[in-house]
């Protein structure tokens, strides 16, 4: 066990430190936002979660790589392996270029499908003019990512968030409020200034991977052209299911911003804000989720039944220890924690409330995240699909009727998706254990054949 726990750090701790950097960086973005109103909030609110959830595709889809090829490398299939790599390197840029088409000439057939306010519409529709051009860069930083995870060469993460989250906020306070004789652009500076650091950040990625000599699986830019879109479809078959369930948790995310729009403006600021701080600890669980995947694909690759269970139990094990701290920073704190956002006093009176029920959805959330991993590792990322898609609907129809029959507020539906993670993860407990145990079993009979011969 304390293998796998030095392995997990190993590949986590530097995917972490780049993610908590950059979501810091999302806060401070959001904390100069929120400054100017609590509408701009909502506005950048409804422009950059759906842009996040069209982004999320790639990112999904690359998780099956990310299976595939971690499975290839733990069977020793280099050559595979790093040919499965340059495909996704070719096809992963066509779907972020479509997607930059989509956001930077359409955004406003999406904004008007959430019921984005007339009032906030068109700061909304400049965020995302501004912001487009990240897509550009999303899918060759996804394939990437899913080199350096397969290699277990994570640390140069660091020095992205870093770069590009420095950039960020001093471009923030420069463009969003016009300092050193620029104007003050507010919205529009946010999302000029978070797609120029972008463009650092991934520059100095891209000059590592391209100089760095220990990475095995390298695709060199010949085996990129000629990559054959067959092995990209090998992909998909393990990435689809994963692109649908974080498309389906999008939706229903969606949905319940949707629903918020509808108790009024404010309430979908509330949720920005709450949101904001939750990804802070999130993308902590995400991490030690993104290892489990990483080292289950290769310990199923070496046909290690038992390695996978410890890689996930472990995981699980430093996810929850995190979210017990996590929790009781918020019960010390919660006025601090969301006076940093906002002034409004009905806000902060609920603070406590808000905070509460935040803290306790980090646990069945990381445990979903890291057991979703490890079934997915397994080779059966269908299933997580299919608990999702329960959830998704099990939210939809319950938000719905908590707001338009009963009325009620923004608690009511913050209560409601903790009732989603747990009964998920309820469902993903039991499916775990019942893989390990056909596994185990399947194991068994194989050398119980070979013993006869």
Not at 87 to 93: A, D, I, L, Q, T
Not at 176 to 194: N, Q, S
Not at 242 to 259: Q, T
Not at 427 to 444: F, H, M, Y
Request: with cysteine; proline share 2%; net charge neutral.
């Amino acid at each position: 066990m304390k293998d796998y726990i030095k392995k997990i750090l190993a590949i986590a701790v530097p995917i972490m430190l780049s993610n908590l950097i950059s979501q810091l960086q999302m806060l401070i973005d959001k904390v100069f936002i929120g400054r100017l109103s609590l509408e701009s909030m909502s506005a950048v609110g409804n422009a950059s979660t759906p842009m996040w959830t069209t982004m999320s595709i790639i990112f999904a889809l690359t998780t099956g790589a990310t299976i595939l090829v971690s499975q290839l490398y733990g069977a020793n299939e280099l050559d595979k392996a790093t040919a499965t790599l340059a495909s996704v390197f070719k096809f992963n840029n066509g779907i972020g270029i479509i997607l930059f088409l989509f956001w930077f000439f359409t955004p406003q057939v999406a904004f008007n499908l959430i019921g984005v306010d007339e009032s906030i519409i068109g700061m909304s529709i400049d965020y995302a003019h501004y912001f487009a051009p990240i897509f550009i860069l999303t899918g060759i930083g996804a394939s990437i990512s899913c080199m350096l995870q397969v290699s277990q060469k994570t640390q140069i993460m660091v020095w992205y968030g870093v770069s590009r989250s420095l950039a960020n906020v001093v471009l923030d306070y420069i463009l969003i409020f016009g300092h050193f004789g620029l104007p003050a652009m507010g919205v529009k500076g946010a999302a000029i200034a978070t797609t120029l650091a972008e463009l650092l950040g991934d520059a100095i990625v891209l000059v590592y991977v391209l100089t760095a000599k220990d990475i095995v699986i390298r695709p060199k830019f010949i085996q990129i052209l000629e990559a054959k879109l067959s092995l990209y479809t090998d992909t998909i078959k393990f990435g689809a299911p994963a692109a649908c369930e974080e498309f389906a948790w999008n939706l229903g995310h969606l949905y319940l911003i949707a629903m918020l729009n509808k108790i009024s403006v404010e309430a979908a600021g509330i949720h920005s804000i709450v949101f904001s701080v939750e990804l802070i600890a999130v993308v902590v669980s995400g991490s030690f989720g993104t290892a489990a995947l990483t080292l289950s694909g290769y310990e199923t690759g070496r046909k290690n039944v038992k390695g996978v269970w410890d890689v996930v139990m472990c995981s699980s094990y430093l996810a929850w220890g995190f979210s017990v701290i996590n929790l009781v920073f918020f019960l010390l704190f919660p006025n601090q924690i969301l006076g940093i956002f906002t002034k409004d006093k009905a806000v902060l009176a609920a603070a406590p409330l808000y905070l509460l029920i935040v803290g306790l959805d980090l646990f069945p959330k990381s445990g979903n995240i890291i057991f979703g991993s490890g079934i997915k590792g397994y080779g059966e990322p269908s299933w997580m699909l299919k608990t999702q898609l329960f959830g998704t609907f099990f939210v939809v129809a319950m938000s719905s009727v908590i707001v338009m029959v009963f009325h009620r507020g923004i608690l009511e539906i913050f209560g409601l998706v903790v009732v989603d993670e747990i009964l998920r993860f309820v469902l993903n407990s039991w499916k775990l254990r019942k893989i390990r145990g056909e596994s185990e079993s399947l194991v068994l009979q194989e050398v119980a054949q070979e013993d006869l011969y």
